[in-house]
């Protein structure tokens, strides 16, 4: 912090407030005119046009207190309802406003009449607010204001600063133009353009830094605040065209969100991580051991599906970047694509539209056959495959699993022992095994062989998992009867042409990896997948990442946080628990978890402490990442 004495000259409306307090008068004044919504716009158009300087302060101030016929007995549930709209970031910093009592004033075109006892919860007095006063009639109606006060006049804040005489720097918080012009009068040292009501070009162009909220404006004097990084510098990437939501959630959180719709290269995306915090992305982006050695400041991989094989998970670890999936979300959707699949399959109803496309009338039963009754082959029997038995079972098939590890049937379904014997009595053999590279070509001319003849084959997998020579042969063979295929081995980065050997095939459906596509595993998705990435960044909970030891924590009160994030090697815990005792920190909890690779230790500690404990801890041998959260 600065030695030298500093002044901090706060504007009131849509700054210290989200709203324009005459506006809100307006609203209260207007309630019963029939033309209240005309009235509002008109005086919302004259308030814009004084604070963006087309029309003089003056002249606007006049022309709204005309229209608002307004009482002095309309100021009180204007002040209750002002203290319901202070700006977030000013609440949640309450603190700064009580340890820098003295330095802080309000100079407002507004009145004081309603920004005294707004701003005295502040800690401000009445004294250090400059602003214009009402002029009442003996009924109390608002009919006027104090013409003698230099701010109801064009550029009053400067002749207000001139008067004060502070001493020390002047830096000016505000949203308009009566706050930039301070600076460029040379009134103001710096100022500030607020922006997380309202933000004007005319006032950002204008300023020396723009402030989305307060935590920004303390961060950058390195003033004491209430959350230890502003989130807008956090900075998010979001690729594949992930559902709009978690655009939303994510920003609504103060983070800075972009959005790409599709993948990105290896070389495009090390370019674009120069930079990032938070990396989402689906299942095309690969997110490589040298894109992740790159990404110096990545702390998050969300992945917004299933397959996680997309991303390096060792190295991520090694680097201390959390992965997150969403396990659930889709599998309901891959599932209703699976039975639409089967049935289209046994109907050849693909096959007779094409037909009937080509202008060919072709009513026939033959190659069509009712589900109901068949045997179902489920390769996979997890979170997908075991929902498909239950649905599939209520058309009424017969359904049989073969899954790697051991797995309770549901319903009625029959495990078998081998994949063989799955193969050589099922009518539909569907894939559902996960994305892990043992699986690469596991299903081949071998497994085709073993099939019954006029068999049909589901894959809503990974591309991988299919070998497609072999696939194409097993068709034209007439071994196969049909085949549905979602995945490929080869998958383009964005929409576009595409070749595979399966096209044209006959009684061959083939999709464009959508079986996850649906409106609601996507908003599922977007909803899942950003609390995961929320409670890790805001919290450090690590609950359901996918390559990092987990830990649920508790919501930290009036405490900091310190996140270290270490290679598990012998030493460093104690290392570290040396440091904080060396320091007598006062720690209110801890919590640590640990894999064969990493080792993740949260330490709670109360408020005041010796700021040198926090580069002691970053030296720690081994330290991987560090954080402080509060
Ligand atoms: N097409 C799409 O859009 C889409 C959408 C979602 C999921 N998926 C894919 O679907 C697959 C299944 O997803 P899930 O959520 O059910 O996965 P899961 O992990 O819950 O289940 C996979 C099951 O396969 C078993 N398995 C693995 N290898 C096997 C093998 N060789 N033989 C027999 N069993 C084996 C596992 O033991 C596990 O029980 C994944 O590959 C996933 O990536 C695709
Ligand atoms: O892994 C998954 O969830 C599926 O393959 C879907 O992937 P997508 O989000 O790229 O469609």
């Known amino acids: ?289 040298k894109v992740i050695e790159a990404a110096e400041k990545l702390m998050v991989v969300g992945a917004f599906c299933i397959g996680t094989k997309q991303i390096d998970l060792e190295t991520c670890k090694e680097n201390g970047i959390v992965v997150f999936n969403a396990p659930y979300s889709n599998t309901r959707s891959v599932v209703e694509l699976a039975i639409g699949e089967i049935i289209m399959l046994m109907r050849s109803v693909f096959q007779r539209s094409t037909e009937l496309h080509n202008g060919q009338w072709n009513k026939t039963a033959q190659g069509s056959r009712e589900v109901r009754g068949k045997k179902l082959g489920i390769i996979g029997y997890g979170n997908i495959g075991k929902q498909l038995s239950i649905l599939a079972e209520a058309l009424g098939m017969d359904v049989y699993y073969y899954d790697v590890e051991d797995q309770l049937a549901l319903g009625n379904a029959t495990k078998t022992d081998t994949l063989k014997e799955l193969l050589e009595i099922s009518d539909v053999v569907t894939l559902h095994v996960d994305d892990n590279a043992a699986n690469k070509n596991f299903f081949g001319e071998k497994e085709i062989a073993q099939m019954k003849d006029g068999a049909h084959l589901v894959n809503l997998s990974r591309g991988f998992v299919v070998d497609i020579k072999a696939l194409v042969a097993g068709l034209k063979s007439g071994k196969l009867a049909g085949t549905a295929v979602d995945v490929y081995p080869e998958e383009p980065r964005k929409n576009g042409a595409f070749y595979t050997e399966l096209k044209g095939l006959p009684n061959v459906i083939l999709t464009p990896h959508v079986g996850g596509s649906t409106e609601e595993a996507q908003k599922d998705i977007a909803d899942f997948v950003p609390n995961k990435i929320m409670a890790y960044m805001n919290s450090g909970n690590t609950v359901d990442a996918v390559n990092f030891p987990n830990i649920r924590l508790p919501r930290q009160t009036n405490a900091h946080r310190f996140l270290h994030i270490h290679k598990n090697v012998p030493g460093v815990m104690a290392k570290i628990n040396k440091i904080l005792a060396q320091f007598d920190l006062n720690i209110t909890g801890q919590y640590l978890s640990t894999d064969e690779k990493v080792g993740y230790v949260i330490t709670d500690l109360s408020k005041k402490y010796n700021h040198k404990v926090i580069t002691k801890l970053k030296e720690v041998e081994g330290t991987i990442k560090f954080r402080v959260l509060y």
Request: aromatic share 8%.
């Open 1 to 289: 912090m600065s030695s030298k004495k500093r002044n901090y000259i706060f504007d009131f409306d849509s700054t210290l407030t989200r709203v324009e307090a005459l506006d809100v008068l307006a609203e209260i004044t207007l309630a019963n005119n029939p033309k209240k919504d005309e009235i509002i716009e008109e005086i919302i158009n004259i308030t814009n046009l004084g604070i963006d300087g087309e029309i003089s302060f003056t002249e606007s101030l006049e022309k709204r207190i005309k229209l608002l016929k307004a009482n002095k007995s309309d100021l009180s549930p204007l002040v209750d309802e002002l203290k319901k709209q202070v700006s977030s970031s000013i609440e949640r910093n309450k603190e700064f406003f009580e340890l820098f009592a003295e330095d802080i004033y309000v100079i407002s075109c507004g009145f004081k009449e309603f920004i005294d006892p707004i701003v005295a919860e502040y800690n401000i007095p009445s004294k250090r607010v400059f602003a214009n006063t009402f002029e009442f009639a003996k009924d109390g109606e608002i009919i006027g204001f104090d013409a003698g006060n230099e701010l109801s006049k064009h550029n009053g804040k400067i002749e207000c600063l001139q008067n004060l005489k502070l001493e020390g720097e002047v830096q000016v918080i505000g949203d308009g133009y009566s706050d930039y012009v301070t600076r460029e009068a040379g009134v103001a040292d710096t100022f500030f353009a607020y922006t997380e009501n309202v933000s004007r070009d005319k006032t950002t162009e204008n300023a020396d830094h723009i402030a989305p909220n307060l935590d920004e404006f303390l961060y950058v004097n390195k003033l004491p605040r209430n959350i230890s990084y502003p989130k807008h510098r956090i900075k998010i990437l979001l690729l594949e065209n992930v559902h709009p939501d978690a655009f939303k959630k994510l920003s609504k959180d103060g983070f800075t969100v972009e959005t790409v719709a599709k993948s990105l290269s290896e070389d495009e995306l090390i370019e674009k991580l120069k930079d990032v915090h938070v990396l989402g992305i689906r299942s095309k982006t690969q997110v490589t051991k």
